[in-house]
């Protein structure tokens, strides 16, 4: 294939699409990934400028919007155009195929980089090794399904059918050699339905136009229809399927008017059982589902953007994305958006358009493509957020038992007794970490529970916990928390020394867990509900060393823990709907600290300190994936925190001779992965 863009890539615009690069994420694939392969060449309007792109004023590209949130660029690299940049990390470029054509060089002409070419550039600029750590965007198709349907034309469509699994085939190895040199983390959007963009209906007309049967008709004339029929379906409104069928219905009819040909006869070849539209998007679901399938079932760790879902629902209600027309081009017929501008003669600038020209995205169809991509990447750090909820709800129940075994010791009741108790904690919570996940969250928790005064220095207990509360990491994601507990304690005092053992076991229910995020000038949320399980057993001692009015107890207490959060899927249909895995978390905890104790009138105050060490604390990951789409993606997460410390203050107030109160307050210090702090309030009293 060959690029000449004095010639027949500026008069038509019936070509497709290209791409670029620049650090922790690599570009591949063609015009729909563009941000200046050809930049500095010449045309009959001059020479193209620095990052010039397949889209309208050379605004920015769904790449350029994922770079920067990467804090990367997308900057062109085309090994045949010295214009760009040999450390570019977009190798993706205009009219590119996924299999590699044989090219044309001469004059005027650069010979175009397919990409299993764009691969091997990249492969042997790195001594034949990807970059592990980076991303790598592999977005082509385009322009193979045109030239599939083509050879369908020519050769029936069980060829076209063929070209098409070979050109998705290849498509699918060129992600493999880049998986076998290292890469491990891959985006590969699938291709949207073709037969849905003007060039589509335009190819009906032009075909009409070329036919032998018209060979008479005047050269302008047959450039003149196409060109009427562009810019009528530019020209209205489209808000709904129905108006853009009568808008299209009314540009073929149009057409078979100028050109004398039976009433319907265009349309058949159009929307017909085997005409264009659907034969068109039949080999573009082919090709989205042979490289589905391929690299799923290969196990690469990819997001399988689903933008072929999403064009089918801006389609559905384009003013629901900002879209006033859907059939039509904003850039005036005959003229590529790689050379067009707001400033460009017949430009139609009254309205808002998804397509820049025939094929190719406006710069906001561009933008929800590249907001997409961030938000699917983000996800699952706010998913990774359900678990902090979980760990607060846990280190307010250790508090709460602290507070009976301090009250057991304190104020041993008659042996055979049974006391009753109530606790309300109040518990924020926040919840730090990878991916920008900054969330602040609070909880209720609510305590009733029984005590036996088993002997002189053993008391044992049983207590039924519920807690609810809700995160919230401002406008991005959203959840709410409950969990139903149990949990058992026994404490026994051997003179100035105490053995505290307890072990509970929780439900937790995470519900309306929502994230919302940017498409456009719009805004969407997805949101889903899952549960978990939640277990654990300490071991604490502690020795009370009296000094005149004062009890100062050096502790140690070792804990296992075992949190799950069972994988769920967001509801509803939407493309941009993800599942996410199940996450498990499970460890052991040390604590060193010491407490002091006096007593002051029916007041007994307190206040301690600890040490809280988390072993073999290491970095945790997440399997999430685009709902409608085959595959799935692996997050590395933040590493929970290895030490922090942990302040606690308080009084115990003997109310009567059986009743008694306690106040507390305890906060972590120096937790990276966000403070957790709260107040308690409890009573009991014995029967």
Not at 77 to 106: K, L
Not at 147 to 175: H, R
């Amino acid at each position: 294939m060959k690029l000449t863009l004095l010639a027949s890539a500026l008069a038509l615009g019936l070509l497709t699409s290209s791409h670029t690069h620049a650090g922790n994420v690599y570009f591949f694939g063609d015009s729909l990934t563009d941000t200046g392969a050809f930049q500095g060449f010449p045309t009959a309007n001059g020479v193209l400028p620095t990052g010039s792109r397949w889209t309208y004023n050379n605004a920015p590209f769904y790449a350029d919007v994922l770079a920067q949130s990467l804090g990367s660029q997308a900057l062109a690299n085309n090994p045949v155009n010295p214009a760009t940049s040999a450390q570019g990390n977009n190798f993706a470029q205009g009219g590119a195929r996924s299999t590699s054509q044989a090219r044309i060089a001469s004059t005027n002409v650069l010979p175009i980089v397919d990409v299993p070419d764009q691969v091997s550039y990249y492969l042997n600029s790195r001594q034949g090794r990807a970059d592990s750590q980076a991303w790598h965007v592999v977005w082509a198709g385009g322009n193979d399904i045109p030239a599939a349907a083509e050879t369908a034309a020519v050769s029936g469509s069980a060829a076209g059918i063929a070209q098409a699994s070979s050109d998705a085939n290849s498509l699918v190895a060129q992600v493999l050699r880049l998986q076998a040199a290292g890469a491990n983390r891959f985006i590969v959007p699938n291709l949207p339905a073709f037969g849905s963009t003007p060039a589509t209906l335009l190819s009906v007309i032009a075909a009409a136009v070329n036919s032998p049967a018209l060979a008479n008709l005047p050269a302008a004339t047959r450039l003149n229809v196409v060109a009427v029929a562009q810019q009528t379906l530019s020209t209205g409104a489209t808000p709904d399927a129905a108006s853009q069928q009568a808008l299209q219905r009314q540009v073929l009819a149009n057409a078979e008017s100028a050109l004398g040909l039976p009433a319907n006869t265009l349309r058949a070849q159009y929307e017909g059982s085997s005409g264009a539209q659907s034969s068109v998007n039949a080999l573009a679901g082919l090709f989205n589902s042979t490289v589905g399938l391929g690299l799923s079932t290969a196990g690469v760790n990819m997001v399988r953007l689903d933008v072929a879902g999403l064009l089918n629902e801006i389609l559905a209600t384009p003013s629901a994305y900002g879209f006033n027309n859907v059939t039509g081009t904003a850039c005036p017929p005959g003229v590529s958006s790689l050379v067009c501008f707001s400033s460009t003669p017949g430009f139609n600038a009254g309205q808002s358009y998804l397509f820049a020209d025939d094929r190719h995205p406006s710069p906001l169809a561009q933008q929800m493509i590249g907001d997409y991509a961030v938000a699917t990447l983000a996800a699952p750090y706010y998913a990774a957020a359900l678990p902090a909820a979980a760990r607060s709800a846990s280190e307010g129940m250790y508090t709460l038992l602290d507070s009976r075994y301090r009250q057991a010791r304190l104020s041993p009741e008659p042996v055979g007794s049974l006391s009753a108790f109530a606790h309300y904690g109040y518990l924020p919570f926040a919840a730090k970490g990878a991916g920008k996940l900054d969330g602040q969250g609070e909880q209720h928790s609510y305590t009733v529970g029984v005590e036996a005064q088993l002997g002189p220095n053993t008391r044992a207990g049983l207590a039924l916990g519920y807690g609810r509360g809700q995160l919230d990491s401002g406008a991005s994601s959203t959840f709410t928390f409950k969990q139903q507990r149990l949990t058992g304690f026994v404490s026994q005092q051997f003179g100035p020394v105490s053995l505290d053992v307890d072990a509970f076991a929780a439900n937790n229910d995470y519900g309306s867990v929502r994230r919302s995020f940017a498409l456009g000038n719009v805004s969407r949320s997805e949101q889903g509900d899952t549960d978990g399980h939640q277990a654990g057993l300490r071991l604490t001692g502690r020795y009370h060393w009296q000094t005149g009015n004062w009890t100062v107890s050096p502790l140690a207490s070792l804990a296992y823990e075992n949190l799950s959060v069972a994988g769920y899927s967001e509801d509803g249909s939407n493309s941009t709907a993800m599942r996410f895995g199940k996450q498990s978390q499970s460890g052991w905890q040390g604590r060193l600290g010491a407490e002091l104790t006096t007593r002051v009138g029916q007041f007994t105050p307190f206040a301690g300190a600890q040490y809280v060490h988390q072993f073999n604390s290491r970095t945790t990951q997440l399997d999430a994936g685009i709902k409608s789409q085959p595959g799935q993606f692996t997050t590395e997460l933040a590493r929970p925190d290895s030490n922090w410390g942990l302040l606690r203050l308080g009084s115990h107030i003997e109310l009567t001779p059986t009743i008694r109160a306690t106040l507390e307050a305890q906060s972590s210090v120096g937790r990276d992965s966000g403070q957790q702090w709260g107040v308690q309030l409890g009573v009991s009293a014995r029967f």
